[in-house]
């Protein structure tokens, strides 16, 4: 994992925004954030510091990686992706690099998707990365504090080889989404919607035949360019997918919560993991959540939370290890593994 030096508390945010230490903690469990190093420090450079140690802790080289999959939604560019300029800024050439869209459940699609490849023979040393700097673009006024207090900056990453035992490594994983409120929890400016699915996003006529329907002069004024999230309605539906998608797991590989080592739920919000944990039953030891220091970090939470969960000692050879997500889509997913 790799985090930015810079720590961004909750006090630190009450003087740009009217919002208090005390919301913040009761509301999410986050006591504090990092956020990238201001014109330094990017999500594929800061993804590029995690997989660096990952290639080291997996004792090989990134001459030796055969193909790169990057999970984010705040990528450097529009396009392309994160994917290529991690390659570039390792210094491999010609191998393909894959970009996952797919918000916070972006490490567990990630992680099937490189599964499969691992598993049919076609690679084996994939790179994966997950990493966001959120920071740069969020609504740091008043008007936007119910989803900028939320989330962070920091980046994951793993080397994924194949192995021979049986039993062993990624289990299962299980993905799941559905669509029909997209717009819940999303950031739908600046794209090539032309307002077709919001009416009020709707740009106006640009009086013009082709062109000016993605950055407008009014999407500017209005000032119409940041995340949006319908809080109570994302919590809701997350406390239901959680343990929906870990027991299909568990169900899928005839285990059960007591095998369970550690649950590594995607880093949402305290009280969310606080609420799946109640539902499964599971002891505090079973479940971890780092939130409180880093925020939610979208795609690279599920891979800062693992790494310094086994860096503490809490997931050991043989251990059964699930990973889980939900976010925005709605996505959501789940990995059962055995270390
Ligand atoms: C976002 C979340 C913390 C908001 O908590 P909530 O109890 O649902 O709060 P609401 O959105 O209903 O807002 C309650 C009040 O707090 C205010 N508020 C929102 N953000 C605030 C902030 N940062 N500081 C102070 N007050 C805030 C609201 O304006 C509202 O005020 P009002 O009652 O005067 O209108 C909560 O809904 C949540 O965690 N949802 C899930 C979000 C999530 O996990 N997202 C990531 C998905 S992967």
């Not at 954030?33 to 450079?45: I, L, V």
Request: hydrophobic share 40%; aromatic share 10%.
């Amino acid at each position: 994992m790799y985090v930015p030096p810079n720590v961004v508390t909750n006090d630190d945010l009450t003087k740009v925004m009217d919002t208090t230490d005390e919301w913040i903690q009761e509301r999410t469990g986050i006591k504090e954030r990092r956020y990238a190093t201001r014109f330094e420090e990017t999500t594929a450079t800061m993804g590029v510091e995690a997989a660096k140690i990952a290639l080291e802790r997996a004792g090989t080289t990134a001459n030796e990686i055969d193909f790169i999959i990057f999970a984010t939604i705040s990528p450097d560019y529009y396009f392309p992706g994160c994917g290529v300029l991690a390659q570039r800024l390792l210094g491999i050439k010609d191998i393909g690099a894959l970009d996952v869209r797919n918000q916070c459940s972006g490490f567990i699609y990630a992680l099937s998707v490189a599964d499969q490849f691992i598993k049919s023979g076609m690679y084996k040393n994939i790179l994966l990365i997950a990493a966001e700097t959120h920071s740069y673009g969020l609504d740091f006024s008043t008007r936007g504090r119910n989803v900028s207090v939320i989330f962070g900056d920091g980046a994951g990453a793993v080397v994924l080889q194949p192995t021979e035992e049986e039993h062993r490594g990624v289990l299962s994983t299980h993905l799941h989404s559905d669509g029909t409120a997209a717009e819940i929890l999303s950031m739908v400016n600046p794209g090539f919607h032309a307002g077709k699915f919001v009416a009020e996003k709707r740009p106006k006529e640009p009086g013009q035949p082709y062109g000016g329907l993605f950055i407008t002069e009014e999407l500017l004024e209005k000032d119409d360019i940041y995340p949006y999230m319908d809080g109570p309605a994302v919590f809701k539906m997350a406390v239901v997918k959680f343990p929906e998608v870990i027991m299909e797991a568990l169900n899928k590989n005839n285990l059960q919560t007591s095998d369970l080592r550690l649950l590594i739920p995607h880093q949402a919000n305290l009280r969310i993991s606080q609420f799946v944990q109640q539902k499964l039953k599971l002891k505090d030891e079973q479940v971890y959540n780092n939130i409180q220091k880093y925020g939610n970090t979208t795609a690279a939470s599920i891979p800062i939370a693992l790494c310094e969960a086994w860096e503490e000692g809490k997931i050991k050879e043989g251990d059964l290890v699930c990973l889980a997500a939900f976010g925005s889509g709605f996505t959501w997913g789940s990995a059962l593994l055995r270390w």
